[in-house]
C-alpha cells in the first residue's frame, strides 16, 4: 500500500487524540507499527548494517535542527554521511530488544499516516522544513505522554552522542583530545 | 615509551587463551570449575580457584583487548569495543541509561576507579532483612583488607582534578561531610582516561591483575563465547552450550561448543546471570530469579564554572559526599551519594540533553562544565523493590525498573543537593538533567526550579553503571537464589558469585564489595572443592 494515501490533514486535537489511544495500546512502552499496518521487513541501506534508506533520511533531516550551528555548513554532506554512518554503528551493536524498539519508533516515524499523526509533518521528511521539524521536536520533548518524550529521547541522543563523538563536534565541545603526555608516550614509537 | 602488553608477553609464554572468532569445528571443553564472566567476580574466583590447584575455565562473551589496544584514548572507539551494547544499553522502555563493560575483565577494565567498602549500615540491612549469614562487618573486614591489599586500593594521594574539586569545595563550605575516594591502582598517571581502558595497566582491573593470575597457574580463558543455556541432570549442572562469536563479537559464527565441569560459576553480571538462568529454565520454586534487580539510579546536575575545569583529565573519581546517605529519615525518601563523573564529550554530550539553538549555546562550554551526580540508594524500603530481568521470546534479557514516588523524593533531593553544592563552590549557572531544566543564576532560583520538576520517567534524565541483584543470596530459599557463601539453594554444584547476588543495592560504587565477597566465597569454594 502507499501509507500516505489514507489521511487527510490532521490538527493538533487530532494528534492528541490518537497519542493517548496509542499510548493506551503500547503497554511495554514500545512504540508500535502496528498503526501503519505496512510491511517493515526492508532491508538495512547498502554500506549500512541496521538503518534503512529511510531512516537514513530521517536522521539527515533531524540533525541540522538538533545540532544547530555545531554543524557546520561547510563539508555538511559528508558530515552527515559520517554521522549516519555513527549512528548506524551505535545501532548495529544493541541487542534484540532495544533494536525492536527502535525499529519500531523509525517505522512510526517513516510512514506517512503514523508520521503526520503524531509528528504533524505531512511530507517525508527530506521535504520537511527546518521549522516543522523543530515544532515535532518541541512537540514530543513537551508531551505529557512519556511515549514521545521517550522517542524524543532517543532520536535526539543518537544524533548528539554520535556528533560530539566525532571530530568536528569534538572541537565544538571544546574537546582539546587525549591528554598528551599520556597519548604521545604510549603511541611513541 | 612502550608499555608492556600483559597479554603479548603472558601468551608467548604460554598461557591459554583462545579465541573463540576463531573456532572452526565444534568444541567439547572440560574443566573441574567453569566461570562465566570475567568481571570482578569471575576474575576474583578464577585467581583463588587456580591458586588451590583446580582447574579452571574461564568463558567471556566480550573480546580479549588489552593495554595495546587502548592507546587511542577515544570515547567512541572504548564504548563500541569494551561495552555491553556499546553504551546503548537501557531499561527496558528506554528510561535509563546503561554502563556495563563487555570484554575481558568486564566492567573493571572500563570503570572509573572508584573502591568502596561495603557500608556498616548495608551488611546490617543484609543480616536483619535480607538472612545474610557470615558476611557482617567484623566478618567481611578482612577480605576488604585483602582485596585491599592485592589490587592497590587506597585513597587517592593527588589533588583532585577540578572537576571533583569543585564537590569538594562546596562540601566545606556548606559543612557537609566529604571523603576521598579510594582507588584500586598503582602508578596512575593522572589522566581520567580510566571509562576507555587504562593505556598504562595502572588501573588495577580483573585484567590485569586477577586473571593473568590466574593464568599463570594454568586457567584457560575463551573469549568471544557466549553461553547460552545450561542443562541439568540429576539436581546438578550436567554441562553448558555457549556459542563462539565472530571476529566482530556480535555474531555467532554457528560453532557450539560445550563445556562440562564438576562445578559451575556464574559470573556474568546482574542482567545476564538471571536471564542465563530464565533461559535454561533453571529451577525456581519460589520464583527469585531476576527479581530485586538495583541500580543506583543516578541523576545529574550541570554547572557553568567561571574557572576552566577541564573535567575529561584527572582521575575521574576522587571526591564524594555521604552526608545524605545515612543520617536522616528514609521512611520518606532514600538517601543518596554525592560524586562527580568524568566530563567525557560523548557521555558528557548525551547527558546534557538539549538541542537547537539551546545546545549550540552551550555546548562549547564544555571546558567549564562541572558535573555532580546522585546515586540514590535503592532496595531499602518497600517502595524500592527494584526492577526486574525477564527475557524475551529469543531468550535476550529484558530489564525492567519502575519509579516510584519514594525514588523520586530522592532524585529531587538529590537534584537540590546538588546544585546547592554547585553554586557554593561558585558555580556561575546550575541546570538539572531534565526535559525542564533550565539555566538557574543562583542557587534560589534552583531551588525553586528543581522543587516543581516531575520526577518522571524520560523528563528526568537517569542512567546506572551499578548492575546489583536478581539472583539474590540468603539462608531463605523462599526469598533467595543463592546462600550466603553463593551456593545454589537447589542445585548442588552452582554457585553465583558477583554483585548479582546482592540483596539490596551498596550505597556506594559496587567493585569492591563485589572483590570481597567474591574473594571469601571462592576460597570457601575451594575449600569445598579441594578439602585439604
Known sequence: ?189 | MAINDIYTDGIASGWDVRDAAGFTAPQNLEADVVIIGTGAGGGTTAEILAAAGLKVLMLEEGALRTSADFKAMNEARAYAELYQEGTGRATSDGAIGIFQGRTVGGTTTVNWTSSFRTPPETLKQWAEVHGVKGWSADESKPWFDDRSERLGIAPWGMAANANNAVLQRGAEKLGWEWHVIPRNVRGCWNSGYCGMGCPVNAKQSMLVSTIPAALQSGATLVHRLSVQRLKFAGGRVSELEAQALGADGQTPTGVAVTVRAKHFVLAGGAINNPALLLRSKTIDPHGRIGLRSFIHPVAFTFADMPEPVNGWYGAPQSVASDHFQWQGDFSQAPGFKLEAPPIYPMLTAALFGRIGPELAADIGLMPHFNILLALVRDGFHPDSPGGQIRIDDAGNPVFDYELSDYLGRGFRNGLLRMAEAQFAAGAKRVVPAHLDGEWASSWGAAKTQIEALPMKKHRLTLATAHLMGGCAMGEDAKQSVVRSDGSHHQLENLSIIDGSVFPTSIGANPQLSIYALAARNATLLAQRLKPA
Open chain 1, 1 to 189: 500500500m502507499n501509507p500516505a494515501s489514507g489521511a487527510t490533514a490532521l490538527g493538533r486535537r487530532d494528534f492528541l487524540k490518537l497519542s493517548a489511544g496509542s499510548a493506551a495500546l503500547l503497554s511495554a512502552g514500545a512504540f508500535s507499527a502496528t498503526l501503519a499496518g505496512c510491511s517493515q521487513d526492508q532491508p538495512p541501506a547498502a554500506g549500512y548494517r541496521f538503518l534503512r534508506a529511510p531512516d537514513i533520511k530521517l536522521f539527515i533531516a533531524l540533525a541540522p535542527v538538533i545540532l544547530d550551528t555545531t554543524l557546520p555548513i561547510e563539508n555538511r554532506a559528508s558530515s552527515l554521511d559520517a554521522l549516519a554512518k555513527g549512528i548506524d554503528g551505535g545501532c548495529a551493536l544493541l541487542q534484540a530488544p532495544l533494536q525492536k524498539t527502535l525499529r519500531q519508533l523509525f517505522d512510526l516515524l517513516n510512514t506517512g499516516l503514523t508520521r503526520r499523526l503524531t509528528t504533524g509533518v505531512s511530507e517525508p521528511w527530506e521535504q520537511a522544513s527546518e521549522a516543522e521539524i523543530r515544532a515535532f521536536l518541541q512537540r514530543w520533548e513537551n508531551s505529557s505522554i512519556g511515549l514521545f518524550n521517550s522517542g524524543y529521547r532517543a532520536l535526539t541522543k543518537l544524533v548528539a552522542a554520535t556528533w560530539f563523538a566525532g571530530p568536528v563536534g569534538l572541537a565544538a565541545a571544546g574537546y582539546p583530545g587525549p591528554w598528551a603526555p599520556m597519548f604521545d608516550a604510549v603511541n611513541a614509537a
